[in-house]
């Protein structure tokens, strides 16, 4: 996995994380993508394209309305 050139896809939020990639992190809240982002450059971290349908229910609007699509 690598964070330069290349297709370009989104980072959907999901994740399981080893504690360890946290050592030296301040306590609190703080962004995460700086924090992948070095890990991607050493090769810590790694990824799966889902290439299924995947909504972005990100809103309740917008889960209101998945639900609405789904009860269809």
């Known amino acids: 996995m690598t964070d330069a050139g290349g297709q370009r896809l989104t980072f959907s939020g999901v994740g399981v ?4 990639l946290f050592d030296g992190c ?6 995460l993508a700086p924090l992948l982002r070095a890990a991607i450059a ?3 971290v790694s990824g799966e ?7 972005d229910v ?4 917008r889960l209101a309305a998945l639900d609405r ?4």
Do not use: K, S
């Not at 994380?17 to 360890?20: H, L």
């Open 17 to 20: 994380y080893r504690p360890a």
């Open 26 to 31: 301040a306590l609190g809240r703080f962004p």
């Open 42 to 44: 050493v090769g810590r």
């Open 49 to 55: 394209h889902h290439r299924g349908r995947w909504v």
């Open 58 to 61: 990100g809103t309740p609007e």
């Open 69 to 72: 699509e789904l009860l269809q």
